[in-house]
């Protein structure tokens, strides 16, 4: 029930924000910013679904932002410079997300290694490996029309593809995180993995499951960015998992793992989204929109660490 509480706490904040903004700026309440605001949202919410699940089993994932950036330069190598299809692309760039997942699995699973660390390193190897694969130049997708499409294009009127994406990842993502065997494993693994693992469940590899699900998620976002941006920019994903960490944690996910939600990772997610395009049309500061959010943030985390508290 507490949990509950501080989702709904978290939804009530998203409202109550959200009816600022409106006040403050009647632009805001348009259908067409409302439309911009959800489309922004599309890979902050992709990575943080990913990072969910990660975060439920006690772990902690800070590669997602220049694995997605990898991603979107080996989509654009796949598409443009191989010359593939766009949807086997798509396909190939999506499991190249899920091997970068692996990577970070078994350095934490099986080797052993922190996850802070072993996915700070992995950060640091596909920061560079963009760089070097795309030899530091974007990858345009001009010839591309219907890879595009999956971002900007609009099945129905008026209403990006990007967002049925993420409407549809989410779907698929709350059914394996309360439905499936994996999600119920990664909330007992974040709860306490040495009582999980005298329970005869093989920890190792469901954690490494749980990151190669992550490293998917990662992928689909680097397929959207570059989308939406019609190349695969080599530079591009710094900063973004700090994001998506905030937006899961704001939703109530907790950092010492066992309890989260994907209602509440997109209810974050819509958070940062509200607050970075409120603060543009006031003509905010991007130095103090980055105050404002790290407040946020510390609120909830303190509000994580008030639950836990008052669970105990």
Request: net charge neutral; with cysteine; charged share 5%.
């Given at each position: 029930?507490?949990a ?24 805001f ?45 080996m989509?654009?190598t ?16 999506v499991?190249f997300?899920?091997l ?21 390193a992995?950060?640091?190897v ?6 070097v ?12 029309p ?30 394996l ?57 080599p ?9 998506a960490?905030a ?5 109530g ?15 974050g ?22 105050v ?15 639950r ?5």
């Amino acid at each position: 029930m507490i949990a509950r509480l501080q989702q709904l706490l978290a939804f009530a904040g998203l409202i109550v924000i959200s009816i600022c903004f409106v006040i403050a700026t009647p632009m805001f309440g348009t259908y067409g910013n409302v439309v911009n605001i959800l489309f922004s949202t599309v890979v902050i919410g992709l990575l943080a679904l990913g990072t969910t699940f990660v975060i439920v089993t006690g772990g902690i994932d800070l590669s997602i932002g220049t694995g997605m950036a990898l991603c979107a330069v080996m989509s654009g190598t796949f598409v443009v410079t191989w010359g593939l299809p766009w949807p086997l692309g798509v396909l190939l760039a999506v499991l190249f997300g899920g091997l970068i997942g692996v990577v970070n699995g078994v350095n934490t699973a099986r080797l052993g290694l922190p996850p802070f660390i072993a996915t700070l390193a992995t950060m640091l190897v596909a920061q560079g490996l963009a760089l070097v694969v795309s030899e530091s130049t974007p990858i345009y997708f001009n010839d591309s029309p219907g890879y595009l499409l999956l971002s900007t294009g609009t099945l129905i009127p008026d209403f990006p593809n990007a967002v049925l994406v993420l409407i549809a990842a989410t779907a698929v993502a709350a059914v394996l995180l309360r439905r499936s065997v994996l999600g119920r494993y990664a909330f007992a693994m974040g709860s306490n993995e040495e009582a999980t693992a005298l329970s005869g469940i093989d920890v190792t590899r469901w954690k490494i499951a749980v990151y190669t699900l992550a490293g998917l998620f990662t992928g689909l976002a680097g397929v959207m960015i570059s989308a939406r941006l019609g190349s695969a920019q080599p530079a591009t994903g710094a900063g973004y998992e700090l994001q998506a960490i905030a937006a899961v944690v704001i939703g109530g996910t907790s950092l010492s793992g066992g309890k989260g939600s994907i209602v509440g990772t997109v209810i974050g997610a819509l958070i940062i989204s509200v607050l970075n395009n409120g603060l543009q049309l006031l003509s905010i500061p991007q130095e103090w929109q980055n105050v404002i959010l790290g407040i946020v943030i510390l609120v909830a985390v303190y509000a994580d660490m008030a639950r836990r508290r008052t669970a105990l």
